[in-house]
């Protein structure tokens, strides 16, 4: 066996990881990781579905090896590793030894020495890992488990209270909700919670300000706390130092932001009069629930206990507004007196991408009222960023 040194190697961690590349780790991390990384270039990003760009799979190649990272639709999560063989142009090692030197390949039986007891009937699994061998010698490896692991320490969930707050739930700890609240908390609350920001950047509105006194002026000062990495940014304002609103982004492939944040998975708590309550009644004028004898009232007690049980199903579901759902979508879960403004917005021009298609850069904005709420929102109707203020 090869003993290993630290250049141009990979380390084979079975259902856990292949070098840096981590199951559990954001598409975020893993594309920003790239940029830095010696050894593999990034060749291409496929989604696997222009239309559903924000619930598809993420497939990401590497190049000159030929190594694929699937990254789940949803949480955007690595959840598997393939690495093709013998296209590596790097060493892959197992227990601090060269198992396969690159542009080679590794056979059955060398696999079975390495790993011990195959798992499967077809001789080419082991735990966190899937063979494929030809003619004895293998072809590709995937790393792999099921479920895919969780890493610790990251936002699991962001919970929204239409103006009011935010719950932030950390991977790890889903049992605990830490709350930041809208003009309460303050810069000091929110470092506590977050930690320093990755980046800040000043606002202020000089086209607001025109309109203000020399007393009132002050109001259009602030400061954003950048938390890319999160899928987070807050607006801080500069002479009181509280929280004024919160941004959190989608990471939505093919869109101008993609990239500049992670995923931030939120959901909005509706508040009962934005909840559009399509309440179904009845009425029986030959009252045929009123059956004669026992079996005629059983049955019409347990008619009536299934439609409560559906209808409550189906009120839980509208009373909360996913990341993952479409304008359309959440239109349908408002009620139709909501007020709606709505506007354009050429996203392009405001990070320097002038040459991109028009039903790419071109975002509407929408407001709601009600929610405190304004959604960036694609031609495809996915939303990219959500903005939630007072």
């Known amino acids: 066996m090869i003993s290993a040194h630290n250049d141009s190697q990979l380390a084979l961690s079975p259902?856990?990881?292949?070098?840096?590349?981590?199951?559990?780790?954001s598409l975020y991390s893993i594309l920003a990781l790239l940029r830095y990384k010696p050894i593999i270039s990034t060749s291409s990003i496929t989604v696997h579905s222009d239309d559903e760009a924000l619930r598809s799979d993420v497939y990401v190649r590497l190049s000159p090896s030929t190594v694929?990272?699937?990254?789940?639709?949803?949480?955007?999560?690595?959840?598997?590793?393939t690495m093709s063989l013998p296209?590596?142009?790097?060493?892959?090692?197992?227990?601090?030894?060269?198992?396969?030197?690159?542009?080679?390949?590794?056979?059955?039986?060398?696999?079975?020495?390495?790993?011990?007891?195959?798992?499967?009937?077809?001789?080419n699994q082991w735990p966190g890992m899937i063979w494929d061998f030809s003619q004895g010698e293998s072809s590709s490896v995937t790393v792999s488990?099921?479920?895919?692991?969780?890493?610790?320490g990251k936002i699991a969930e962001i919970v929204i209270i239409p103006k009011k707050s935010i719950s932030v739930v950390f991977t790890g700890q889903t049992h605990l909700q830490h709350n930041?609240?809208?003009?309460?908390?303050?810069?000091?609350?929110?470092?506590?919670?977050?930690?320093?920001?990755?980046?800040?950047?000043?606002?202020?509105?000089?086209?607001?300000?025109?309109?203000?006194?020399?007393?009132?002026?002050?109001?259009?000062?602030?400061?954003?706390?950048?938390?890319?990495?999160?899928?987070?940014?807050v607006l801080v304002n500069s002479v009181n130092h509280k929280v004024e609103k919160f941004i959190l982004h989608s990471n939505v492939p093919a869109t101008p932001l993609f990239q500049a944040y992670n995923r931030c998975m939120w959901r909005i708590e509706l508040p009962d009069e934005s909840a559009s309550m399509q309440k179904t009644t009845s009425s029986n004028s030959n009252g045929s629930e009123r059956h004669s004898g026992s079996n005629g009232k059983a049955n019409g007690k347990r008619n009536k206990e299934m439609k409560e049980s559906k209808e409550s199903?189906?009120?839980?579901?509208?009373?909360?507004?996913l990341f993952t759902d479409k304008i359309d979508t959440i239109m349908s879960k408002l009620?139709?007196?909501?007020?709606?403004?709505?506007?354009?917005?050429?996203?392009?021009?405001?990070?320097?991408?002038?040459?991109?298609?028009?039903?790419?850069?071109?975002?509407?904005?929408?407001?709601?009222?009600?929610?405190?709420a304004i959604m960036e929102v694609t031609s495809k109707g996915d939303v990219c960023s959500l903005c939630i203020h007072e």
């Not at 694929?68 to 590793?81: A, E, N, P, V, Y």
């Not at 977050?194 to 606002?203: A, I, N, S």
């Not at 199903?313 to 507004?321: C, F, G, L, N, S």
């Not at 002038?354 to 929610?371: A, G, P, T």
């Open 15 to 25: 259902g856990r990881a292949l070098g840096e590349f981590r199951l559990g780790e």
């Open 68 to 81: 694929d990272l699937k990254f789940d639709g949803i949480t955007q999560r690595l959840c598997s590793i």
């Open 87 to 123: 296209t590596i142009s790097f060493d892959v090692v197992y227990n601090s030894n060269v198992i396969i030197p690159r542009n080679t390949t590794l056979s059955r039986t060398q696999a079975g020495v390495l790993f011990g007891p195959c798992r499967s009937d077809t001789l």
């Open 145 to 152: 488990t099921s479920p895919t692991p969780v890493l610790d």
């Open 180 to 233: 930041l609240k809208l003009s309460q908390s303050t810069a000091a609350d929110l470092v506590s919670l977050l930690g320093p920001p990755e980046q800040t950047f000043e606002k202020r509105d000089k086209r607001l300000g025109a309109y203000a006194t020399d007393d009132d002026n002050d109001q259009y000062k602030g400061v954003f706390y950048n938390y890319p990495s999160l899928g987070l940014d």
């Open 313 to 321: 199903k189906v009120d839980e579901h509208r009373k909360q507004i």
């Open 335 to 372: 009620s139709k007196e909501v007020q709606i403004d709505k506007m354009v917005l050429d996203k392009a021009h405001e990070v320097g991408l002038k040459d991109w298609d028009e039903s790419m850069r071109m975002m509407e904005l929408i407001s709601v009222d009600v929610l405190g």
